[in-house]
């Protein structure tokens, strides 16, 4: 009864989360540890977790997963939250004068829940309008996936990677459409199997309508490969 009290104060917040800070919350000392004291402590904590549950962790099955996920949360599904790692996203000239939007679609996405460590799969549309300058294509991808690689909330991503494009390509003129699934709804609590969850942030020049009708209609264009 006590634990149910205490997620229930949890889940009276509903969609508080919306309004806060578009900043992943991160410790003052979030990197005082190096990555190899991280994956030692959380080894340690998988290990306490799974002997909890009753797990025999002398079974050649179980024995090494505490490292496996210990590594994997540290270096895999968590590497986003590492500055370090940040991509490097170099600009070039429009030498060629492309004025109209370029959209980058169907850009995988894998991130994880941060209510209840899940993951969230889905599609991101990224798109942008040039001032003048233009990015790589694959760059678009890679900052996608950086921000994903982190616990995430959907909106907070899809705000984060918008206002790194707009800072990368000095232009408040980008946009990006992310359409998910949520295991934690998918296969936990309502265990909706079919739903998914679709969050949009439209900067400059998107939030013209007729702007802003254009990339919707590119999102729709199939890829005929």
Do not use: W
């Not at 991101?124 to 950086?146: C, E, F, P, Q």
């Amino acid at each position: 009864m006590k634990i149910e009290n205490e997620l229930e104060k949890f889940e009276a917040m509903g969609n508080d989360h919306v309004g806060t800070s578009f900043e992943t919350p991160m410790r003052k000392d979030a990197f005082k540890l190096t990555k190899e004291e991280k994956i030692d402590i959380i080894k340690d904590d998988v290990r306490h977790i799974m002997e909890t549950l009753g797990l025999d962790l002398t079974d050649d099955s179980l024995k090494g997963t505490p490292l496996r996920v210990a590594k994997m949360y540290v270096q895999e599904l968590f590497g986003g939250l590492n500055p370090d790692i940040k991509p490097k996203a170099s600009t070039f000239q429009n030498k060629y004068k492309y004025g109209e939007m370029l959209v980058e679609k169907n850009i995988n996405v894998y991130s994880t829940c941060e209510h209840h460590l899940l993951p969230i799969v889905g599609k991101a549309h990224l798109a942008y309008i040039s001032n003048g300058t233009v990015v790589g294509l694959s760059k678009m991808n890679r900052i996608v996936d950086y921000f994903a690689r982190r616990p995430q909330v959907q909106e907070r991503l899809t705000i984060q990677i918008v206002r790194e494009m707009q800072k990368v390509l000095n232009t408040e003129d980008v946009a990006c459409i992310i359409d998910a699934k949520h295991l934690c709804v998918n296969s936990r609590g309502i265990r909706d199997i079919d739903s998914s969850t679709v969050t949009a942030e439209f900067g400059g020049k998107f939030q013209e309508k007729e702007i802003r009708r254009e990339f919707l209609d590119y999102i729709k264009l199939e890829t005929p490969f």
